[in-house]
């Protein structure tokens, strides 16, 4: 799934686990620019292939040729397209994603400033998924064809089904707009916590202030619940497989053999097999929980990067969908390379 | 291929999620099929009445009615028809690039085989929708154009598996030992490989048709989609919900039907895949 | 009597799709005290399932144990309670040394972190009981020596290395010796082995299981050994078991095993070993299916001496020789020696 580097073997040597991770690291990381670079070009690509006409839809219908030939050489469009490309590559290297060609501000800055919504709500959807789906996991497998697996499982079959955004707003209809339980969209009331990490969460916590945080997590809830749900489903129909292979596998039948304690073997060795299957996964999960967010944000309001990329589109800015683009590109690559190395960590047999 | 089909269809009938599955897909084909005899209303894709609009589910409106007064039920019937249409052909056109680039690159060993799983890798790099999204909203929102900018994002996927099983069917004895006696590299490719990976080929393709209808569904929410008054389900709920909570109808129905159909496809595919993968089986489902 | 394990009449079903199938048909079986005993038969015959009977870890969901009873040491296994077979008979009064080396170690913990935890609840230290809560120092590190030393005598180079090492680094022989290492390391009375070489490389084999025999007869240890290898049985046994389709056929030392086999069974199987004299010669016939097993002894379709009473009636164990007993009623009288 991922850009991934291709896998080399570590041979007769048998590096320490340190070693393994930083061969891993090293590998991942040399494809990591090529792979942004192949990522820029095509988002480039296009947006280019239609030569549609921003420009004039900002000038307006009045415009004289001069204002128009002034507005173009401001964004650059006056020159031939390789060139463009080039100057937008140099431009990103330096941190420069060109200017919104709808907020008139810098993208880079725009993108910066929005990360931390899309983030906070992504890792409280990631933590939700997994604190309630691996148990769940878990006992789906111990409890194998009991009425609560089947239950279980239509929960799965739910959960990967379900369009994000429609889910998104049933869970509005129902508990803020019927029964008034949550805040109906937005991240929080007023001015949010003093911007510290720029995770409410966070800020309202350090800023000690109970308040906005009842309010911050208040407003949370809904999109959380919404971006977790297709996640825990992922999460628990891979940890139930993982430990179903480990319950039938060799290794657990000697164990339960010599008599070590059935409940040591199921938790203790059995769910460390199960969560590398579930970990690999968690890249996975976190691309579809990206995805989502666009029209997770979208439906609640919610001022992140997703929210960013559906008023871009609004706006026919191509230059800000680029830019969300490039962005959630680089944290999906950065993901899938922590899951390797974590991947590497827990799994021995994973070298190089 | 008679004998296949025929032990695949008994598998099928044998496996009650998997039949589940096989059964939405079919209802799903003969809705879109039958759509102007099974409508109601079947004018209502064009025909607006706007005295009845938002009315609520009754015997003459089955969903009720939406903000042009026209029947919901009705022009989620044809809804069904743009489905189906972008589904197909988008995924038919990953299928055609993506096998044959992961056949090449996967039986030859140069650069152009590395160049071009480079490639897929980078297309793999993002979430399909963001990339879907960016070729969609710099096309224009059209029918064509969702089909268009989802075939440009998932073809990878088939490349990749394509690559994976061409690399290992050509360490079969048999496939070995037709190169070795001369075979023609499209030949070993067509004759050979084809068939023995033509399984999880099938297999991906069904589960992919789920989640390409979730993407083109979020793309006509985004208003990427085919522009109104096209009865496609995702934009009929963006439309909806200015509405809300009063004509809570009006987003239900459009919704649960791409429920219904993605779930149909994923569990043929997970039904599939048990019968025809079996190294990836869902271990102790069935 | 002096046996430390004596099965009676034991009688095991597998609950299938076409069926009961009866898989053990009251069989007898027993072990003396240090005594090593080869359990033999053709595939599917009953080996493994009786080998699990006694370690009590036939599959919960299938397994139908309907009569018999499974001494040990004094205790019939099958009136205790679980949890206390869990405890001090499983891994401490018996082990187990598996089939497979490769695919019986966790792949992704060290092994030393695996005899650890095996230790940590069987190390003959351990009080009896419900087990520890902690593990204390003191015990860990007596433990360790206990390792160490052990690891020492089944030959295995640099323990310490070793322990820290995971499976996928050791080679499968290094595999099975770790095996037999931590089979031994409880200080039990029963190790039971299941093919304990087939899924290793033939040079090695004979290396495993003689180092198995050693190990066993210097400390007293009996040694239930399951095998096809007729061979490698009777080098390495006291005394040997044979099965025939879930029923215990004949059991004597392996030395008149060899020489005076009494049952047709047993006749038949050793006259059809590859010999100089006439090459293969297999049993005519075939193997019943256990969901429909024939009545009376489950080898008369194929016998040649079968009688009506044959196809009625299972014989009861009688004596034929010294510590020899077989359960036929026309025994062989000597002849069909290869
Ligand atoms: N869990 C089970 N469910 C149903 N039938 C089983 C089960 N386990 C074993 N059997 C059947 O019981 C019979 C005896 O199996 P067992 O494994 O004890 O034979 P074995 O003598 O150990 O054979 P091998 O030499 O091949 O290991 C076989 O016919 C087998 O198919
Ligand atoms: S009991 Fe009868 S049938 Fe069985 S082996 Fe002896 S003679 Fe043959
Ligand atoms: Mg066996």
Redesign the pocket.
């Known amino acids: 799934m991922t850009g991934a580097a291709p896998r080399g073997r570590a041979g007769t040597l048998q590096p320490g686990l340190e070693m393994r991770a930083l061969v891993l690291t090293v590998n991942r990381l040399v494809w990591f620019v090529p792979t942004l670079l192949g990522l820029l070009v095509i988002t480039f690509t296009i947006s280019h292939i239609i030569p549609a006409d921003p420009i004039a839809f900002i000038a307006g219908d009045n415009a004289t040729a001069e204002q128009i030939a002034a507005l173009k050489a401001k964004f650059g469009v006056d020159k031939p397209v390789p060139v463009q490309l080039w100057n937008y590559i140099l431009g990103v290297a330096q941190g420069d994603f060109g200017i919104s060609l709808y907020t008139q501000r810098p993208i880079a800055e725009d993108l910066i400033a929005r990360l931390p919504a899309t983030l906070e709500l992504a890792f409280v959807a990631v933590i939700l998924s997994g604190v309630i789906g691996i148990p769940l996991g878990v006992l789906a497998a111990v409890r194998r064809n009991s009425w609560l697996d089947h239950a279980l499982r239509v929960f799965t079959v739910s959960g990967l089904a379900i369009a994000a955004f429609w889910f998104a707003i049933l869970l509005q209809l129902l508990f803020a707009m019927k029964l008034g339980w949550t805040p109906l969209q937005g991240r929080v009331d007023g001015w949010g916590p003093d911007p510290v990490t720029g995770f409410y969460i966070v800020d309202s916590v350090l800023a000690g202030d109970l308040e906005t945080l009842a309010d911050v997590i208040g407003h949370m809830v809904l999109p959380a619940v919404t971006l977790s749900f297709p996640a825990m489903a992922t999460i628990m129909r891979f940890t139930r497989a993982g430990v179903l292979d480990a319950i039938n596998s060799n290794y657990v039948d000697y164990q339960l053999a010599m008599g070590v304690p059935r409940r040591v073997v199921v938790w203790r060795y059995v769910l460390r097999n199960a969560l590398i299957g579930t970990v690999t996964q968690v890249g996975l999960v976190f691309g579809n929980l990206i995805a989502n967010a666009v029209v997770v944000e979208a439906v609640f309001d919610w001022p992140g990067l997703g929210l960013y990329a559906v008023n871009s589109i609004l706006q026919s800015d191509y230059n800000g969908i680029m830019g969300f683009t490039l962005i959630m590109g680089t944290v999906f690559i950065i993901v899938n390379l922590l899951v390797d190395i974590s991947h590497g960590l827990i799994d021995p047999r994973e070298t190089g | 291929m008679l004998e296949t089909t025929r032990f695949l269809l008994r598998k099928l009938a044998s496996d009650r999620t998997a039949a589940l599955g096989a059964l939405i897909i079919t209802l799903l084909v003969v809705v879109a099929i039958a759509a102007p005899v099974l409508s109601t209303h079947p004018g209502d894709v064009t025909e607006f009445h706007p005295p009845e609009r938002l009315l609520p589910p009754s015997g003459d409106h089955f969903f009720g009615t939406d903000r042009m007064g026209a029947d919901v039920y009705s022009r989620l019937l044809f809804g069904a028809r743009i489905t189906i249409a972008i589904a197909v052909i988008a995924i038919g056109a990953s299928v055609l690039v993506g096998i044959p680039v992961g056949l090449v690159a996967g039986y030859y060993r140069n650069w152009v085989s590395d160049a071009l799983m480079r490639i897929s890798d980078i297309f793999l790099a993002v979430p399909q929708i963001v990339l879907a999204i960016a070729i969609a909203q710099t096309l224009g929102p059209s029918i064509e154009n969702v089909i268009l900018a989802l075939s440009a994002t998932y073809w990878p996927f088939w490349a990749r598996l394509v690559y994976a099983e061409t690399r290992s069917a050509l360490n079969d004895t048999y496939v070995e030992a037709s190169i070795a006696l001369g075979a023609s590299p499209w030949r070993v490719m067509i004759l050979h490989v084809l068939p023995n990976i033509s399984s999880s080929v099938i297999v991906r393709t069904t589960i992919g048709m789920g989640g390409t209808i979730l993407t083109a569904a979020v793309l006509g929410f985004l208003g990427l989609g085919p522009p109104a008054p096209s009865p496609e389900w995702g934009r009929t709920i963006a439309e909806s919900r200015e509405f809300l909570p009063e004509a809570w109808w009006y987003a239900t129905a459009p919704g649960l039907a791409i429920f219904l159909v993605v779930m149909g496809f994923n569990l043929l595919g997970d039904g599939l895949r048990d019968i025809l993968d079996p190294r990836t089986r869902r271990s102790g489902d069935g | 009597m002096d046996d430390l394990l004596a099965v009676t009449g034991l009688t095991v079903g597998?609950?299938?799709e076409s069926g009961l199938?009866r898989?053990?048909d009251q069989v007898d079986f027993r072990i003396g005290r240090g005594e090593i005993v080869g359990l033999v038969?053709?595939?599917?015959?009953?080996?493994?399932?009786?080998?699990?009977a006694i370690l009590g870890v036939?599959?919960a969901n299938?397994?139908r144990i309907s009569a018999g009873s499974i001494e040990f040491d004094g205790r019939d296994l099958l009136q205790e309670d679980p949890d206390a077979l869990a405890t001090d008979i499983r891994g401490r009064a018996i082990t187990f040394v598996p089939?497979d080396p490769f695919s019986s170690f966790n792949p992704v913990f060290t092994i030393g972190r695996q005899i650890e935890e095996l230790m940590k609840w069987k190390s003959p230290d351990a009080e009896p009981g419900s087990g520890p809560r902690r593990y204390a120092r003191a015990r860990r590190s007596s433990d360790l020596e206990r390792v160490l030393e052990l690891l020492r005598i089944v030959q295995l180079p640099d323990p310490e290395a070793l322990l820290r090492k995971y499976p996928h680094e050791v080679s499968g022989g290094q595999r099975q010796r770790l095996m037999i290492a931590m089979a031994l390391l409880p200080e039990p009375k029963l190790i039971i082995a299941?093919?304990p070489t087939t899924a290793l490389d033939v040079t090695i084999q004979a290396q495993i299981l003689k180092l198995l025999r050693r190990l066993a007869a210097e400390r007293g240890v009996s040694v239930l050994f399951?095998t096809?290898d007729l061979g490698t049985a009777y080098e390495i046994c006291d005394r040997m078991t044979v099965?025939y389709a879930?029923q215990d056929v004949e059991s004597a030392p392996s030395d008149s095993f060899f020489t005076e086999p009494r049952h047709i069974y047993t006749v038949r199987l050793l006259q059809s070993l590859p010999s100089r004299d006439h090459g293969i010669r297999g049993i005519p016939g075939q193997v019943p299916d256990?969901t429909a097993p024939p009545p009376g002894c489950r080898f008369h379709p194929r016998c040649d001496a079968a009688s009506a009473l044959c196809r009625q009636t299972r014989p009861d164990p009688s004596d034929v020789g010294a510590g020899h007993v077989a359960r036929c009623w026309h025994p062989a009288q000597g002849e069909g020696t290869p």
């Open positions: 597998f609950a299938t199938a898989v053990l038969g053709e595939s599917g015959c009953g080996k493994t399932t009786l080998a699990r036939l599959p299938s397994a089939q299941d093919e399951t096809h099965m879930g256990l």
